[in-house]
């Protein structure tokens, strides 16, 4: 009964039994005297087996979010967060969690959505951790604001908000560009440049934006505004690059239009040059202020071995890689001699990818700027075997229509989201002509709620 739920700022006593997708803690209010069953309650930074005093924050239908007062006993997994901005800024959840009961909880959580949403009883395999458990990002986009005293604030987001926490430091940034956030918000902040708290078309600088080459060093600095008027911003940038040898170009990136998308269509090369070169797999890609490539470069070079023993390139196979984006998985699979054909939307990822193929003397591969749902069919007529490693929301309906219709010998599926590979692998294996077997978890963002996984799927050869 609507009436019988806990008011909003009523406070609550729980035991927390598990955690949720976010990493919040998992409760449920007593049962009610007419027996109906208690209300799941979520509540962040509380970890299961501890009992727990809390406030109630929101109520929701079916919910209720409640913040932690009091924990009246500590879980034997938790420990003190590696930052000491943990219990205020939104970009990690998990910190309070000790390192391998993270990784478990990731390994039970693909477990779980896969049966809940997929109904598949799969046993997964093992997860494999992280190398390192901080330092790892290779890239951060830092949101930025000017407080009415003119002071420069940088910082990720409260959790649930657009409120900046502070910082000078993030653990889980490459320590060589953790480095440079002090000095460079100092810098910002004497230059008077207007800051565009409101997202406006008018305001000034959005972002502070840094990337690595994790095996060369290069260092890219990108300032994102809604206009160019920041005054002697070549000075500063000659200053920038005097100062960081490893800093092998700085420029601006123009986003006038006034909503949370992070970068716009323009970007401008201030200093030095608009990219930096990474080794990965044997190989050197170019990589610019906007190119998707994996913020976890050790983890990638991890998975790259498991998706060459489910692909099995070789000169006569031919491997069709959708999403392919700059080619960060599209070259290894043709240095290994395979046939592959890449398909991205978006077209500079494509003429990025071109450029590193080139780069790397590989001609035995194909790029084109398809959209997957339109160009896969084709492409599956002549396919051997298929990579799938769409964007979160996973594959939409014609995608997996195409590849049940006409599938390859072997198809391996990596995501960052259970839920909608659960709900995937269920629409490519419902008719039995795909099997799935395998599934590999891999944490490729410790301190965080995101996981990765590796399907594995064969075709089905009828008697």
Same mark, same amino acid.
């Given at each position: 009964?609507?009436?019988?739920?806990?008011?909003?700022?009523?406070?609550?006593?729980?035991?927390?039994?598990?955690?949720?997708?976010?990493?919040?803690?998992?409760?449920?209010?007593?049962?009610?005297?007419?027996?109906?069953?208690?209300?799941?309650?979520?509540?962040?930074?509380?970890?299961?087996?501890?009992?727990?005093?809390?406030?109630?924050?929101?109520?929701?239908?079916?919910?209720?979010?409640?913040?932690?007062?009091?924990?009246?006993?500590?879980?034997?997994?938790?420990?003190?967060?590696?930052?000491?901005?943990?219990?205020?800024?939104?970009?990690?959840?998990?910190?309070?969690?000790?390192?391998?009961?993270?990784?478990?909880?990731?390994?039970?959580?693909?477990?779980?959505?896969?049966?809940?949403?997929?109904?598949?009883?799969?046993?997964?395999?093992?997860?494999?951790?992280?190398?390192?458990?901080?330092?790892?990002?290779?890239?951060?986009?830092?949101?930025?604001?000017?407080?009415?005293?003119?002071?420069?604030?940088?910082?990720?987001?409260?959790?649930?908000?657009?409120?900046?926490?502070?910082?000078?430091?993030?653990?889980?940034?490459?320590?060589?560009?953790?480095?440079?956030?002090?000095?460079?918000?100092?810098?910002?902040?004497?230059?008077?440049?207007?800051?565009?708290?409101?997202?406006?078309?008018?305001?000034?600088?959005?972002?502070?934006?840094?990337?690595?080459?994790?095996?060369?060093?290069?260092?890219?600095?990108?300032?994102?505004?809604?206009?160019?008027?920041?005054?002697?911003?070549?000075?500063?940038?000659?200053?920038?690059?005097?100062?960081?040898?490893?800093?092998?170009?700085?420029?601006?990136?123009?986003?006038?239009?006034?909503?949370?998308?992070?970068?716009?269509?323009?970007?401008?090369?201030?200093?030095?040059?608009?990219?930096?070169?990474?080794?990965?797999?044997?190989?050197?890609?170019?990589?610019?202020?906007?190119?998707?490539?994996?913020?976890?470069?050790?983890?990638?070079?991890?998975?790259?071995?498991?998706?060459?023993?489910?692909?099995?390139?070789?000169?006569?196979?031919?491997? *069709?890689?959708?999403?392919?984006?700059?080619?960060?998985?599209? !070259? =290894?699979? %043709?240095?290994?001699? /395979?046939?592959? +054909?890449? @398909?991205?939307?978006?077209?500079?990822?494509?003429?990025?990818?071109?450029?590193?193929?080139?780069?790397?003397?590989?001609?035995? *591969?194909?790029?084109?700027?398809?959209?997957?749902?339109?160009? !896969? =069919?084709? %492409?599956?007529?002549? /396919?051997?075997? +298929?990579? @799938?490693?769409?964007?979160?929301?996973?594959?939409?309906?014609?995608?997996?229509?195409?590849?049940?219709?006409?599938?390859?010998?072997?198809?391996?599926?990596?995501?960052?989201?259970?839920?909608? !590979?659960?709900?995937?692998?269920?629409?490519?294996?419902?008719?039995?002509?795909?099997?799935?077997?395998?599934?590999?978890?891999?944490?490729?963002?410790?301190?965080?709620?995101?996981?990765?996984?590796?399907?594995?799927?064969?075709?089905?050869?009828?008697?």
């Amino acid at each position: 009964m609507v009436s019988s739920l806990p008011a909003t700022g009523s406070e609550l006593e729980l035991c927390i039994h598990g955690l949720n997708h976010e990493g919040q803690g998992v409760a449920r209010t007593a049962d009610s005297a007419e027996g109906e069953s208690g209300l799941v309650v979520f509540v962040p930074n509380a970890l299961p087996g501890e009992n727990v005093r809390v406030r109630v924050q929101h109520r929701a239908q079916r919910h209720l979010v409640a913040e932690l007062i009091t924990r009246h006993n500590d879980s034997a997994d938790r420990r003190k967060p590696p930052c000491i901005l943990a219990n205020d800024c939104g970009g990690c959840s998990v910190q309070h969690l000790e390192d391998q009961a993270q990784a478990l909880w990731k390994q039970s959580l693909v477990q779980e959505t896969l049966r809940r949403i997929g109904g598949l009883s799969i046993d997964i395999e093992p997860i494999i951790p992280a190398q390192a458990p901080t330092g790892y990002r290779n890239r951060a986009v830092i949101p930025l604001e000017r407080t009415p005293e003119g002071r420069l604030r940088a910082g990720f987001y409260r959790s649930g908000s657009h409120r900046i926490v502070n910082m000078n430091r993030c653990p889980v940034l490459d320590p060589r560009l953790d480095r440079l956030i002090a000095p460079l918000k100092h810098d910002l902040e004497v230059s008077d440049w207007p800051v565009d708290v409101n997202l406006s078309e008018s305001g000034g600088l959005r972002h502070l934006a840094l990337r690595l080459g994790h095996h060369t060093g290069d260092v890219l600095l990108t300032l994102i505004s809604s206009h160019d008027d920041l005054p002697d911003l070549a000075i500063q940038a000659a200053i920038w690059m005097e100062r960081w040898p490893e800093l092998v170009g700085v420029c601006l990136n123009l986003q006038p239009r006034p909503n949370n998308t992070l970068m716009g269509p323009t970007t401008r090369c201030i200093a030095g040059r608009p990219w930096l070169i990474e080794r990965f797999a044997g190989l050197q890609y170019q990589i610019g202020p906007d190119t998707f490539f994996q913020v976890n470069t050790a983890q990638a070079e991890q998975l790259l071995p498991l998706l060459l023993q489910a692909l099995q390139p070789s000169p006569d196979r031919r491997i *069709v890689d959708a999403y392919c984006g700059i080619g960060t998985f599209t !070259l =290894p699979l %043709a240095a290994a001699g /395979a046939q592959v +054909l890449g @398909l991205e939307q978006q077209a500079g990822s494509v003429e990025q990818a071109r450029i590193n193929a080139a780069l790397n003397g590989l001609n035995n *591969v194909e790029l084109e700027v398809a959209d997957v749902a339109i160009g !896969l =069919p084709e %492409a599956l007529r002549h /396919a051997d075997a +298929l990579l @799938l490693d769409p964007p979160r929301k996973g594959l939409p309906h014609k995608v997996c229509e195409a590849i049940v219709a006409d599938p390859p010998a072997r198809v391996a599926y990596l995501s960052c989201n259970p839920a909608s !590979l659960a709900r995937d692998l269920a629409r490519l294996s419902a008719d039995g002509r795909l099997v799935v077997r395998s599934i590999q978890p891999l944490d490729f963002f410790p301190q965080t709620s995101h996981v990765e996984a590796l399907a594995v799927l064969e075709r089905v050869i009828s008697s």
